[in-house]
């Protein structure tokens, strides 16, 4: 799949735009074009870095079209924040009328660990929970906030639930799911100013059986409660679902 990504992203670049193509290639519609920026107090991205695995046109067309995008800029305890950013755009290649070719965003989101040379995840990922098989059949599903107190060298502490203020019985397998997920979580340590802060991070875990899953709750009202929530992430405002790149 990678090797057959790549060539794709080089024929994309080399082909010049009048190229006629004879037929659509039989390679993955689907790519994923990672970079990292760094996102003022005003949400505006500066030093946008794609990928350097891509090639020199699509680095200049993620470069250039990201840094028209604005953000909703980080907050820690009323303060504005300025921090960096690692996304992907997941992309939809299209073949356009006349020859050549066009990409569609389909979603950005946080850009994955990187790999190894043979493929595998060469960082720390956090896992999802397992989904109890007996909450399966039952066709129990729903959602919990949790509230991960996180040290000073990133380590997790104390794991509090903040939603559904009283849990159900039938709730309790998830919980205990979440709850042993998160203790094997890998956090990263929190600094404000340059300086390591402990912190509580809000946390949404989401058990759903039909696809698409809903939406995750506005997490704002749960951070608003704690005094030493966790600094917010940058959140892009831009709408770029369903725009070409």
Known sequence: MKRLTTCLLTA??????FAQVPAAPKVP???ALGFKADIGVDGVPANVTPDASLPPALQAMVRKRVSEWRYRPATWQGRTLARPVS???TAEVLQVAGGGFAMRIKEVGGAPPPMTADGKPGGTMMVPPHYPLESRKRGVEGTLVYAV?????????EITLLSPEKLERRMRP????????IQQWPFSVIEVDGVAIECQAVIPMQFALDRPKPDMPDLAPYRARLGD???????????VAETLL
């Open 87 to 89: 996304q992907q755009i």
């Open 29 to 31: 519609t689907l790519i």
């Open 12 to 17: 994309l670049c080399a082909t010049p735009a």
């Open 149 to 157: 107190r996180v040290d000073r060298k990133g380590a997790a502490g």
């Open 229 to 239: 929530a966790c600094p917010a992430s940058p959140a892009l405002l831009t709408p």
């Open 174 to 181: 998830l919980d205990e799911a979440a709850r042993t997920a």
